[in-house]
């Protein structure tokens, strides 16, 4: 936009300024596209990050207001875990949660795999339980068979089908793309065996029809940076069911 | 840069860090020890969802996570809701942190700033200046051996930048401790947005190529 502005002899410094953080509005946008579209970009801005990173040394430390730690745990060991609530009684509702929403999903895989076209009314009568269950048949193009992910709004549980995608050095990051065209992470998907996640409140709302879910290999433990910096092997978007 | 420059990288009469932590917690003296070891073992604790692992990285890298959260965030509140996400992330993702791969305290830091970086953009906060009350960012690097990050490449940003114009250098440095876009950036310096551009455009431009021939030599 501004670019035009600027005269020729100013180099293209994208990736370094998406690195810091600099831009915003569309020149982001587009510095995104191209960090999924451009392999050397990406690395580029990998490069970037690990040498701003030095800057951390640089800031001064602050002593965090107490109590932060407690909180982190008691929301680790989850809402069940309060101290009023007896250990024993923890246990049922996640169980009986997610036995339900494994055969919710099971269900719904057999529907989509089936020879049936996705647009057609055929599925309705097992969704129409319960809210629109979304499903996203995830292309991994001429690398394998598609992944299949199951989202159910009502549950927030997200489940995807095994698939190996990323080498044992790499991770396999899930994305979610919605209206403002910028990927934010569901998580990590495991090795082996099926994923499962439940989908945090920022997310829930950009889990809707029309929304793409894409798998980007980045370093082990994630996209260090909150945005994908590998490439992006597989994606699909979210149907109703 | 001659030769020996590796070596002799952080001049004995920069600040050091240890100073400044000095008054967040015995943590940061036990860390003299071997603070990247002891750091190392406390994530990969952490990875196998050991409460005390947690605990402990925690005591150790609290205070300079808040630091980050605190000076992007801009108020007390929200920087201890970021604080306390930031936290959630480490223990959902330590298992999958890989020690010959990243620095910890990089890989630590990276996830505070993004996520007060995100908080900040989601509520649209815009400062005019930068907030008073918070500790002044260092003009030196630490010593080596009382930094956490302790990478190979650590050093020659620092001596990069130091060969940079001075509103080049601020602005970038700016650009990296308050989580700021180039609007914001040109609103605080109050010149016109394509100036501000052209002066990062070119000082990242002269980082560039001193940080290709420092890593060419």
Sequence with gaps: MSDETAPDDIPDMAAAELALGLLDGEDRAHALRRMLAEHGFAQDVERWRKHLAALFDLWPAMEAPRGVLARVERTIDGPAASPAVPAKRRLFWPVAAGLSSVAAAVMLVVIVTRPLPLSGPAPRPVAAAHAAILVASIDRGKAGAPVTAVYDPNSAALRLTPAALAEADRSAELWVIAGDGVPHSLGLLKPSGPSSFTVGHDNRARLATGAVLAVSIEPVGGSPTGLPTGPVVAKGALAPV | ?217
């Design chain 2, 1 to 217: 840069m001659g030769s020996g420059a590796r070596d002799c990288r952080a001049p004995p009469e920069r600040a050091s860090f240890g100073a400044v932590t000095d008054s967040s917690s015995a943590a940061s003296r036990a860390l003299a020890a071997d603070p990247r070891a002891r750091l190392v073992a406390a994530l990969v604790g952490t990875g196998d969802e050991d409460r005390s692992a947690f605990r402990d990285l925690y005591a150790l890298t609290s205070a300079k996570l808040f630091g980050i959260c605190y000076r992007i965030c801009g108020e007390r509140q929200a920087a201890e809701d970021v604080l306390h996400d930031v936290y959630l992330t480490i223990w959902k993702r330590a298992g999958a942190y890989e020690p010959h791969r990243a620095s910890p305290i990089t890989w630590l830091a990276t996830i505070a700033r993004n996520r007060a970086i995100d908080w900040r953009r989601a509520q649209a906060v815009r400062r005019s200046s930068p907030i008073e009350d918070v500790p002044p960012i260092l003009d030196e690097a630490p010593l080596v051996s009382e930094t956490m990050l302790a990478d190979e490449a650590s050093h020659l940003l620092h001596g990069c930048l130091d060969g940079l114009e001075d509103n080049q250098r601020a602005a970038i440095r700016t650009a990296f401790f308050d989580g700021v876009t180039y609007a914001e950036l040109a609103e605080r310096q109050n010149v016109p947005l394509g100036t501000m551009k052209s002066w990062v455009r070119r000082g990242l431009a002269r980082l560039k190529a001193c940080l290709e021939a420092s890593v060419g030599e």
